[in-house]
């Protein structure tokens, strides 16, 4: 739900009956679309986004935080669309509601002795502000006793985050997690994602596109698991994994285009959106750059794609964000400009349909319209960067977002 970028070291606490054998497997197949408790929590999604469109934010914080409180504690198959109700939950609270809103919130209407999707959203918020290092840690022992709760869709989120290499940057810390997640919960989206983290592994912007396929495929490697230890991957991981095998093997020819490039074909021609996701993600920054106009191409048109779901959210961020290198390089450069303008108005039209655990899509959405903002004023395109600032302000009354925005619009249009 809300991600750090501190390193923590592993807590002796955590070495102290960890339960992932004694906990038995849940059944997790997929709630029908019509399923009373998965409409309840996605109906409750839409009406905390209107409100949160209203300028309602404590309405919309009270319709998502009893939304968690209402998912039946015994069906762990709704984990993955309780974690997308905690992901908005999370960018409300921390980068929507003005901050003493959000903390007077967390503490005043937050009861966490009572509700345990209380305490673990409220401490999964904690973790994630930036605190000193010995709050961070007393927080995150507390958190890691809901990994024993009988609670399952609580235990199944919070064993996800204790996985993720963004909280915690130790990896057998997060190998232990990602290992009783994986065992106690095969089927989850959010099993899943985890088992991918580590493709990101070593991962250096700074690396050539050659090197990052071997440490991916290294990760893969890594991460295939012994016969005693199957991982539990889905077809689309599975071929994720053959394409980065593939792409580390593959000539430097495919660099320049000159050649195959199977991750890069991964982000237009993988028939799950995850893999074209997940594919996209590992190509981003100034690795995937060197992929040059074919990278481009790429993600352009998965981002005209219309089908709703995060790879092509990811796409359009990541057009903005070749358009603002564009303007750093040549603010005159017309095409840049126009490319950044239509992009942020894409964005800007840009609903949030699908979640991925892999990333809060209300936040990257957000910051990519505000980034194309700035780079826009930077590049002296004033009206056009006043239109992306007035428009964000719009879609987030009442908001610290808002205010940002509207202390850039005294200065554009004075």
């Known amino acids: 739900m809300c991600r750090i970028l501190h390193r923590i070291p592993a807590i002796p606490l955590l070495l102290l009956g960890l339960l992932a054998s004694s906990i038995a497997v849940s059944a997790q197949t997929p709630p029908a679309p019509d399923d009373p408790a998965l409409v309840a929590l996605l109906d409750a999604r839409a009406s905390a986004e209107?409100?949160?469109?209203?300028?309602?934010?404590?309405?919309?914080?009270?319709?998502?935080?009893?939304?968690?409180?209402?998912?039946?504690?015994?069906?762990?198959?709704?984990?993955?669309?309780?974690?997308?109700?905690?992901?908005?939950?999370?960018?409300?609270?921390?980068?929507?509601?003005?901050e003493a809103d959000a903390y007077a919130y967390l503490e005043g209407q937050i009861d966490p002795d009572a509700y345990p999707t209380d305490r673990m959203l409220k401490l999964l918020c904690y973790i994630a502000v930036g605190l000193a290092k010995e709050d961070?840690?007393?927080?995150?022992?507390?958190?890691?006793?809901?990994?024993?709760?009988?609670?399952?869709?609580v235990r199944a989120i919070v064993l996800y985050n204790l996985s993720m290499p963004y909280f915690y940057r130790n990896d057998a810390f997060n190998e232990q997690y990602r290992k009783m997640l994986a065992a106690d919960y095969p089927d989850l989206e959010l099993t899943q994602v985890s088992l991918n983290l580590p493709l990101y592994e070593d991962k250096d912007t700074d690396m050539p596109t050659s090197a990052v396929s071997a440490a991916a495929a290294s990760a893969v490697a890594k991460g295939s698991g012994q016969p005693s230890e199957p991982r539990p991957y889905k077809p689309w991981s599975v071929s994720l994994r053959d394409r980065i095998r593939n792409s580390a093997n593959v000539s430097k020819a495919a660099e320049t285009g000159a050649g195959p490039d199977p991750l890069l074909d991964g982000v237009t021609q993988a028939q799950d959106w995850r893999e074209r996701h997940f594919s996209l993600l590992l190509l981003k920054g100034a690795a995937g750059e060197l992929r040059g106009e074919n990278m481009r191409a790429a993600a352009r048109a998965l981002a005209h794609r219309t089908d709703g779901t995060p790879d092509?959210?990811?796409?359009?961020?990541?057009?903005?964000?070749?358009?603002?290198?564009?303007?750093?390089?040549?603010?005159?450069?017309?095409?840049?400009?126009?490319?950044?303008?239509?992009?942020?108005?894409?964005?800007?039209?840009t609903a949030i349909e699908v979640t991925t655990p892999e990333r809060v899509l209300w936040g990257a959405r957000m910051r990519a319209i505000k980034g194309a903002a700035e780079s826009l004023e930077a590049a002296g395109h004033v009206e056009e960067a006043a239109d992306t600032c007035a428009a964000l302000a719009e879609q987030f009354p009442n908001s610290k977002i808002a205010d940002a925005c509207e202390a850039r619009l005294s200065i554009l249009r004075p």
């Open 50 to 98: 209107s409100l949160i469109a209203q300028g309602d934010l404590q309405g919309a914080a009270g319709v998502l935080v009893q939304s968690l409180r209402d998912v039946p504690p015994t069906r762990s198959e709704l984990a993955d669309a309780t974690y997308g109700n905690g992901q908005l939950a999370s960018f409300l609270f921390l980068h929507v509601m003005r």
């Open 136 to 153: 961070k840690e007393h927080f995150t022992r507390e958190i890691t006793y809901l990994t024993e709760t009988d609670h399952k869709v």
């Open 312 to 349: 092509v959210v990811q796409a359009r961020i990541y057009m903005v964000s070749r358009a603002r290198g564009d303007l750093v390089a040549d603010g005159a450069d017309q095409r840049a400009r126009a490319e950044c303008v239509l992009w942020a108005r894409t964005l800007l039209d």
